[in-house]
Structures are given as C-alpha cells and as structure tokens.
C-alpha cells in the first residue's frame, strides 16, 4: 500500500477510532440515527429535492417516495429493533462439554467503505450507512460522481452530523474509487453493476476484505392468462418509468402468453397516457436520462435493435438535449441484440412471447440470474413452479418494486446479481461479525481426556461417540 495514497491519514483516523466507535451503546447508536433521521426528514429535505431535480429533473414527490421515505423507513425500523439485535445471542452447549455455556455477540467489522451508485444516490449510500451505524463501524462513504448537485449536499449532512474520524463522505471519480479500494477496509459494500462489481471484489480480495455487492441483472416480470392484465400492465408501467428506468429491479423484460400481446401493447400504451399524458416530455412526473453517456448507450441499444428488425409498438421519441427518452415497448427483438444481453437501466421495455409456462422458465434460466423475479398469475400452481424452477434474488407476485420497501426481508442477489443481502436485521449482519464465544465454567468433560492418555479414557472416547 502505497504512502502516497491520498486518503491513507482519513484511514488511520478511522481505524484508530473503531473501538471507541465499536463499544458505544445501543443508545448511543439510536441517538446518531435519529440525528440523521432529523436532518433527512427537515433541515435538508427541501436541497435534496432541489438536488436530485437538478441531477436528473426526478419528481420531488418521487424523491420523497423512493429516496427519503426508505431510508427513514430503515432508521426507524433500525431504531426499533437495535437493543434486541445488539444483545448476546445465547446458545446450546453439547452435554460433551458439560461445564460450558456459549453465546454469540455482534461486533462491529471495523472500518467500513460504502460505494454507492447514482440512481438513487440518497437512498443507496445514507440506507447502508444506516445498517453500519447499527453495527458500530467507522464509515468512508463514495457517492457517484454523476450525481454532483446530490453529492454536495450528502457531503453537506456528513461533515454537519458526524466527524471524519468516524465517518466522512469522499467526492470524485473512478481514480478515488480505485485510491479507497487499495486501502484494507473490513468489510466493503458496493451497489453498482456486475462489472464493477468484480473489481470491487478482485481489490477486496488483496486484503481479503469482506464485501456485499448490491449488482443488477436483467430482471423478468411473467405474465400468465389469468391474471389481472391491466392491473399487471399498470404495475410494470410504474416500475419500468419510474426514475425514467434507472433501477436495478425495474422490470427488464417481459414474458407474456402468447395470445396476450396485442392487449399488453394496448394496455402499456393506455397507462403510459394516463401517468404522463401524450407528451411524457411535458409531464412533471417523469424523469431524465442521468446524462449524455448514459442517454447515448440507450438510444444505441434502441438504434440496434430497430436495425435487427424490431418493432417500436409505443414510444421511441427522444430528445438529446433535455437527456428525454419516452416510454418504449419493443417486441420481435432478436437475441443477438443489446437489449437482450445487457441490463438496459432505463424506460426501454422488450416484450417476449412465450407459449407454455415451461418455456418462459427455460428462457429466463438460459440467463444469469437476476436481482429480481416478478409473476403475475392467480394460479398458485404457476406462481410455484416459477419460484421452485427458477433462482434469483428477491421475487414479487402480482406487483413490482414492493420487495425493496419490507425490511423483514433480505434484498440482495445471487452470483451475477450480488452477493450478499441488505434491509433491516440482515443488513445490521453484513456490517457486524458473528463472534462465537465458549465460556468454561467448572472442569468439563475434556480436561478429564489429556495426555497421557490411558485405557479408561479410551472407554469415556468411546462412549462419547456412541452416545453423545
């Protein structure tokens, strides 16, 4: 590790902080997270809006719903179960050691780099700040630089809560990710894409530093004959736009019956009028592409795809200088196209057919697995033998998104699509180590079993492994 590393003195700051830090209360912890609650909920509610407006033009009411809401949601539910995750853990002790009792406690991992994305920045970085600060870590928190306006003002509600010595937020580009990553952190947790993520895990493993990666994946929403289609089509409507397409469980994809489709284009673009009108440009609830790069790779995957023979069926307009993409849902979309290998990030929505429910599975397990799975059925015996044939790492039946919002859940991937979960008590579990402690209490079985050994305690062996 290299001297010159610019932020190698913030490191040690924070590591010679993390007992300090590590053996505070679980009333101590409480009282920073209702202070981070406070200044969410009021001081700076009002600058993230106008931030993230500024960003990426996101709805203040969408802000409220998908940015600020979840993480006072996770301070809360946090604050309400702290003392009970925070208490030792007592376990069974075999009868072969009798004169022993054992208990797990949670102790913090230490030192702790938070890499959060752009999509949704506030939610993304102050969430597992959350969960660290539950476990009693020091934090180093990198924000994405493509959300700047965001950026400061997150910086803004670090520097005015906490001190850097226990947690700071640390702005720039890839070449400050890649300073950080060359530190021996203790535990990392990066939401982000797949192919970031495998960077992040190849540094991570020159410390062997835990890590939990939040990743994406091309996640499909399954729609059979007996479901509800317009209300289905109204879900997928809502998740595929909101945030104009930029989350990670956002339906990439779907997989409707055959006989359907030509009700699914007409539904789609029913509710796409009645969420943002004829002219989604115009509307105050739709967003924007986050910027040129990320508008450029979209309109290259529509550009593609058109060229490969698919058919636009609603949408397809843009608007380079405003970073404006409409709604769009394409069908007859060949599997060489981008759109079908790529997780798309954006309000572009293929639509595949499929004639049995054995072969929408096969399709959606020719791919990785991906973050999120939805179904909309009302046959139990379908909705089954999706789940129970299929992996992936959160699933929702009959709606979209609502999986992220229930902290009795673990949200997270498996293999492409993460490692590692977040939410509530498993979040507070990513940051904390499960440390196993024996505590003898009088002379057990095994102090009477040492050298030398003889005949007698050959027979006390022997009747352990029959009997015990």
């Not at 590591?15 to 590590?22: D, R, S, V, W």
């Not at 209702?34 to 990426?56: G, V």
């Not at 009302?378 to 129970?388: A, L, P, S, T």
Request: aromatic share 8%; with cysteine; glycine share 6%.
């Amino acid at each position: 590790m290299s001297q010159e590393n610019p932020f190698l003195e913030l490191f040690k700051k924070q590591k010679a902080q993390q007992y300090q830090i590590g053996n505070t209360t679980y009333k101590e912890r409480i009282a920073k997270l209702k202070r981070l609650q406070h200044a969410l909920e009021n001081t700076y509610k009002q600058a993230i809006r106008e931030a993230l407006f500024q960003d990426f033009k996101k709805p203040h009411l969408e802000t409220d719903l998908t940015e600020i809401y979840p993480v006072i949601d996770e301070i809360k539910f946090t604050i309400s179960n702290l003392k009970a995750w925070l208490k030792p853990e007592k376990v069974a002790t075999p009868i072969s050691m009798l004169g022993s009792s054992s208990y797990i406690v949670n102790e913090p991992k230490g030192v702790c780099l938070i890499i959060s994305p752009w999509n949704y920045p506030i939610n993304l970085t102050f969430g597992p700040l959350v969960s660290a600060i539950a476990g009693g870590n020091t934090v180093v928190l990198k924000p994405s630089e493509m959300t700047p306006n965001t950026s400061k003002i997150m910086a803004r509600i670090v520097a005015d809560l906490f001190e850097d010595n226990e947690i700071a937020l640390v702005e720039g580009e890839v070449e400050t990710s890649t300073a950080l990553l060359e530190l021996p952190f203790n535990h990392i947790f990066f939401t982000g894409s797949p192919a970031v993520g495998k960077i992040v895990m190849k540094a991570a493993s020159k410390n062997l530093t835990s890590v939990t990666l939040e990743l994406g994946g091309k996640s499909p929403a399954i729609i059979d004959d007996s479901s509800n289609l317009e209300k289905a089509v109204q879900k997928i409507v809502y998740g595929k736009c909101t945030n104009a397409g930029q989350t990670c469980i956002a339906p990439d994809y779907v997989l409707i019956q055959e006989s359907l489709k030509p009700d699914f284009i007409k539904l789609f673009k029913k509710e796409v009028h009645a969420f943002y009108s004829d002219n989604p440009e115009s509307s105050d609830s739709y967003s924007r592409i986050v910027n040129k790069k990320h508008f450029e790779r979209l309109t290259n995957s529509l550009e593609d795809a058109k060229q490969k023979g698919s058919v636009i069926e609603s949408g397809g307009r843009t608007n380079p200088s405003d970073c404006y993409m409409e709604p769009t849902l394409i069908s007859g979309i060949p599997e060489e196209a981008t759109l079908l290998q790529e997780e798309i990030f954006g309000p572009i929505l293929p639509l595949k057919t499929y004639k049995t429910i054995e072969e929408a599975v096969d399709y959606v397990n020719s791919n990785e697995k991906p973050l999120a799975l939805y179904i909309f059925s009302k046959k139990n015996k379908v909705i089954d033998f999706v789940i129970e044939n299929t992996r992936a790492g959160s699933t929702c039946v009959n709606h979209n998104l609502l999986q992220f919002l229930n902290h009795n859940l673990p949200f997270g991937g498996s293999n492409n699509s993460g490692i590692g979960k977040s939410h509530g008590i498993f979040g507070f579990r990513e940051f904390t180590n499960q440390r196993s402690v024996l505590k003898q209490l009088t002379i057990g079985a095994v102090d009477l079993l040492m050298p030398p050994y003889n005949s007698w305690k050959q027979k006390l062996v022997d009747l352990t492994i029959k009997w015990l």
